[in-house]
């Protein structure tokens, strides 16, 4: 079992400024992700978070965008850069391993 | 994209009544799990079926696999109302998890 600890739970912000979401894990788990989520819709994954190395982005999702860090395995932060109204959703970290994982209660985020 | 479908895309039920729903994917998978969301939050993990197993139970669930047709299937048997919920069924391919469109579930008490 694992306990995850998102923040912010949720914020406003203005268009072209940046925020930073931190996800925390209470115990080690070899996978984390971040998951973006739209009222209604189904969960979109935005990228792996490797453990000291370069995030492994999905198509559509590029680093300058979303840079994610994972400087140890229980610790992950996504950025979401120079945002716009479009990037208004859920964001969601998520740990575990190939069984199961383990999610946070979300971000939402709206840009104005 | 690599995400799986769902359906029927919503799902309503009286109390007592079976709900099943059903996941169709892409790729070639290690497992597929199915998982629940209440008010739009975090997921819950409900249940993992593995690539070489074809049916596994746990409670009032039942989920089936058929690699051949790269579906599955989640049946809830005697609902109740606090099953109401969004339910999605996620592939794991090794390396990343790919959730399905989901399946809005109401349970009428």
């Known amino acids: 079992s694992a306990v995850i600890s998102q923040k912010p739970s949720r914020d406003i912000c203005q268009r072209g400024t940046s925020l930073t979401i931190q996800c925390q894990v209470d115990?080690?788990?070899?996978?984390m992700f971040w998951y973006r989520q739209q009222p209604g819709q189904s969960l979109t994954l935005i990228a792996t978070a490797n453990q000291g190395s370069e995030a492994t982005y999905e198509s559509g999702f590029v680093i300058d965008k979303f840079p994610i860090s994972r400087p140890n395995l229980t610790f992950s932060t996504l950025t979401v850069s120079n945002m716009s109204p479009e990037d208004s959703s859920i964001y969601l970290c998520?740990?575990?391993?190939?069984?199961?994982?383990?999610f946070g209660s979300g971000t939402q985020l709206s840009v104005l | 994209s690599q995400q799986g479908e769902e359906d029927p895309q919503a799902l309503s039920i009286q109390e007592g009544e079976n709900a099943t729903m059903n996941c169709s994917y892409k790729?070639?998978?290690?497992?597929l799990q199915w998982y629940r969301q209440n008010s739009g939050r975090g997921l819950v993990h409900l249940i993992l079926?593995?690539?070489?197993?074809r049916e596994k139970h746990s409670g009032r669930l039942r989920v089936t696999l058929d690699t051949s047709k790269k579906s599955s299937s989640l049946l809830i048997t005697a609902s109740r109302a606090a099953d109401t919920a969004s339910y999605f069924c996620a592939t794991n391919t090794g390396n990343q998890f790919y959730f399905g469109t989901g399946t809005s579930l109401t349970v009428i008490p």
């Open positions: 790729t070639s998978i290690n497992n």
């Open positions: 115990s080690q788990v070899t996978m």
């Open positions: 079926i593995r690539s070489n197993e």
């Open positions: 998520s740990a575990g391993d190939n069984e199961k994982l383990f």
